[in-house]
């Protein structure tokens, strides 16, 4: 009865501003990954160049440069994953003592906030940085299938299999950039989570900031220009 009782303190602003930023979330993926054909996002015109890279890999010699390029991808995966780690133990070890939010906390409200409201809040952040850490992960062993893949395709360009596998590595390496992707998009997330702690209000409007900068970053950013003029 006392979590119930806690958790009626939590206004139906906050529910609509929680609400509003698991659905911003759900949104701008889907938007990112199913864009129209007239205005494609960054990472649709860089899964074309993936398969492109994959055409020129085959008929490459020799092949070091490209696997220098995978394995920097797969360092990227595994810095994030741990820096995501080490968040997710911030985070935890906040929640176990919300002290430091209290005096926050009442320099915006006078009313008094119980412990378990901090909790359940930061309870989301971890959500959202927990699901980065796995996207993260499975990235980083996606990867490792591409780099594989790549290892099978035959030297001879003449062979009958060297395009079907370059084209089945490029596949790979196209979901494991996806999922890298949404790894990073939640991270952005979980930060504009952390404005929760200040109220509704603070993180409706985090959620605006963060939805926009992944937008623009996507849809209006200079590197998304320089692709468009590579592109057919």
Not at 206 to 216: I, K, L, M, R
Request: net charge positive; aromatic share 10%.
């Amino acid at each position: 009865m006392q979590i119930l009782d806690h958790m009626a303190l939590l206004r139906p602003l906050d529910w609509a501003a929680m609400g509003a930023l698991i659905t911003a979330w759900f949104v701008i993926g889907w938007m990112i990954e199913h864009p129209g054909r007239k205005r494609p996002s960054v990472t649709i015109l860089m899964s074309e160049r993936r398969r492109d890279w994959m055409k020129v890999f085959v008929t490459r010699e020799p092949r070091i440069f490209d696997s220098q390029i995978l394995a920097s991808l797969r360092q990227g995966t595994s810095f994030f994953a741990s820096t995501c780690l080490l968040a997710v133990g911030g985070v935890l070890a906040l929640a176990g003592n919300t002290e430091p939010l209290r005096g926050v906390a009442a320099e915006v409200t006078e009313m008094a906030v119980p412990v378990l409201i901090f909790q359940l809040k930061l309870g989301l952040v971890a959500l959202f940085l927990t699901n980065a850490f796995l996207k993260f992960v499975w990235a980083n062993r996606v990867f490792g299938y591409c780099a594989v893949m790549m290892a099978s395709v035959p030297n001879d360009p003449a062979d009958p299999i060297a395009y079907p596998r370059a084209a089945q590595a490029a596949e790979l390496n196209i979901r494991a950039a996806i999922n890298f992707n949404r790894g990073l998009r939640a991270m952005y997330f979980a930060l504009g989570a952390l404005a929760w702690l200040l109220g509704p209000i603070a993180l409706m409007i985090a959620t605006t900031v963060v939805v926009w900068v992944v937008w623009s970053r996507e849809f209006a950013s200079l590197p998304r220009s320089i692709l468009l003029k590579d592109a057919p």
